[in-house]
């Protein structure tokens, strides 16, 4: 048996991002339209998007593997490895600068013991930089999964660690 | 009964329902066009507006429609740009999360206008919510019948689907968007051929950004001349302007084009924070070179701008007050070209990285005076040679605080040090 073949018996997926990936389908005249949304659901399922899931993908959407592997690892948000359960992503572009992100990111370094880029050893906490996330008129921000949390202070950051389990 | 709006509702409502938007008189405009108006009609009306690009290039929206080859029965798209991702900019959010149906309104509108069968709009990927809250309208657009089947007349389905960037700022020039949209990297493609000739999946293919498309409701509703009643002669009608930075009420305000930066800073943006003094402003997204304190009594409008050697681009104010250390902004803004650029054209790729080590040497106070002559070639080589227009913007952004503030460039250097103590942290 190879080693695509072995895949397929253990499938990632849960059957729900396999039906949606399969409803985006018919919305592209080429099945690899859908690659997009279709790894955005996979990363919403599974927290980042695994070899496995990205073999599934190609076959969902007729491609090759590769053709999957070189977009996931194309885009900055596309993840082809764990981070934390909670990942804090902090813009570090220039609006949210000059409000003192830097300030932001520093002070989250220091309580969560980890530099920005890793991960707490329990899983817990990761601390990521983006650049300009819109929303330069709050700054300074952050992204939590779906979730912008703006006009950030310290104390508001604090509080924002304290309510995350 | 409250009118629709220009482009945003009044402060604090929302006409994302549905029924909101109707109450209003919305989709009217669309459903009356697309049954007594002409195709090449409505197209007239746009041209006849002046109305120009709010994506940042500022091209004439009418006569871009006027690009696209005569129907022949298959596929041709619209691309709606919502990647949004020029630092600074945060307009087109306001539109996809306070008035989505606008913008579905607009795509009805434009999609008739160059005989369109589909639109694809695609939204960056860290919008999500407004991201689900365009979704949640457009299924209810779908659900009234609005869009879909028939929707451009008996027999004439056009479509809309939404796709979900990732994090690329790329993906925001027009055939990097194509690319992506397509489900590949977001590497731009070279021109010709232009999108009309063959865009996405080699189909006909018009790109215009969110807020371009939203003032078309307006415009065919009220008319060309309503629409050319305020703004500048060469660029007329109303824009979101966004002001962000040192200032006490960041924001976005919706405002005829060709006020004046003052105005934006002082009289809506409350002036500067912290009783601090103004010293320098970046006009129209991180790309437009930036300008010094003195300049500021120049209109927001594109043609102004081009006096005072910048550009409006998307509109975004970014503000820095005196605390501000130049090496450090530009350093700011070049990390994120660096970290941008697609890579297939050398002078980008390595023009882009070169530039933001230089910089970076001579914040760190390690800086020679030769750096500045090598700073000089890295802006001159990457101006104009690439695929996309990225590196132009890179070289644009690095030469303006070049030029502009060349003495605090030597000063690090002389100094060996960087002399604002109290300046943000890059
Ligand atoms: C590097 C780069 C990034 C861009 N990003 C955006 C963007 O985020 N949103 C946008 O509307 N246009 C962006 N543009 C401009 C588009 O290429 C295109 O000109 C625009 O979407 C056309 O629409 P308009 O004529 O309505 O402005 C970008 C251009 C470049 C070169
Ligand atoms: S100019 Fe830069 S971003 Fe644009 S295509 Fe070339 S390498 Fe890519
Ligand atoms: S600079 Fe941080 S959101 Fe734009």
């Known amino acids: ?165 | 009964m409250s009118a629709l709006p220009w482009l945003l509702p009044e402060s604090g409502l929302d006409l994302s329902a549905l029924a909101d938007y109707r109450a209003r008189g919305g989709y009217q405009t669309a459903l009356d066009a697309i049954r007594t108006k002409k195709p090449e009609e409505v197209t007239a009306i746009v041209k006849d507006s002046g109305l120009r690009g709010r994506g940042g290039a500022g091209f004439p929206t009418g006569l871009k429609w006027t690009f696209m080859p005569p129907p022949d029965g298959k596929a041709r798209y619209i691309a709606c740009n919502a990647d949004e991702s020029e630092p600074g900019t945060f307009k087109d959010r306001q539109i996809l999360e306070r008035n989505p149906h606008q913008l579905i309104e607009g795509l009805l509108l434009m999609g008739y206008a160059i005989h369109a069968t589909a639109a694809h709009i695609y939204i960056r990927g860290e919008f999500a919510q407004p991201y689900y809250n365009l979704k949640r309208a457009l299924d209810d657009a779908y659900a009234a019948g609005l869009v879909g089947a028939g929707a451009h007349g008996e027999g004439r389905d056009f479509h809309i689907q939404i796709t979900r960037g990732a994090g690329a700022y790329i993906c925001g020039e027009e055939t990097g968007l194509m690319e992506s949209v397509e489900g590949k990297k977001g590497q731009p493609r070279k021109k010709p051929p232009f999108p009309a000739q063959a865009g996405l999946w080699a189909r006909p293919t018009t790109v215009n950004n969110v807020e371009t498309i939203s003032h078309v409701p307006f415009i065919v509703r009220e008319g060309a001349a309503a629409f050319r009643a305020v703004g500048t002669e060469k660029c007329p009608g109303k824009t979101i302007y966004g002001i962000s930075g040192h200032v006490v009420r960041p924001g976005t305000y919706e405002l005829p084009i060709g006020v004046t930066l003052r105005e934006l800073i002082y009289d809506y943006a409350g002036g500067i924070r912290n009783g601090r003094q103004l010293k320098a402003v970046i006009p129209g997204g991180s790309s437009a070179p930036v300008l010094t304190a003195d300049k500021i009594d120049v209109k927001a409008d594109p043609e102004s701008l081009r006096e005072v050697k910048s550009v409006l681009g998307t509109g975004a104010v970014i503000v820095m007050d005196d605390t501000t250390c130049m090496v450090r902004a530009a350093m700011t803004v070049s990390r994120f070209y660096r970290h941008e650029s697609c890579g297939q054209c050398t002078q980008c790729r390595e023009g882009t990285g070169w530039t933001d080590r230089v910089i970076k040497r001579i914040e760190a106070g390690e800086g020679t005076l030769k750096d500045l002559e090598v700073l000089d070639d890295l802006v001159r080589a990457m101006d104009g040679q690439t695929i996309c227009a990225l590196a132009d913007a890179a070289s644009w952004a690095a030469g303006g605080f070049l030029r502009v503030f060349r003495d605090e460039f030597v000063r690090h250097i002389e100094e060996k040090r960087c002399p604002f103590d109290e300046s943000f942290e890059p």
């Open chain 1, 1 to 165: 048996m190879s080693a695509a073949e072995a895949r397929v018996l253990a499938p990632v997926l849960p059957p729900e991002v396999v039906a949606a990936i399969e409803a985006e389908i018919p919305n592209y005249p080429v099945k690899k339209g859908a690659m997009m949304n279709s790894l955005h659901h996979v990363q919403k399922a599974l927290g980042w998007i695994p070899r496995d899931a990205m073999v599934e993908v190609a076959a969902l959407l007729e491609v090759r593997p590769i053709e999957v592997l070189e977009v996931v690892t194309f885009y900055p948000m596309f993840r082809d490895r764990p981070v934390g359960r909670h990942h804090l992503e902090f813009c570090r572009n220039l609006s949210c600068a000059l409000l003192g992100s830097r300030q932001l990111i520093r002070h989250c370094e220091k309580r969560l013991g980890i530099r920005s880029g890793e991960t707490t050893s329990d899983g817990k906490f990761s601390i990521g930089e983006a650049e300009c996330l819109g929303s330069c008129g709050t700054a300074p921000m952050l992204m939590l999964e779906d979730h912008f949390h703006e006009n950030l202070t310290v104390e508001k950051l604090d509080q924002l660690l304290d309510s995350l389990d």
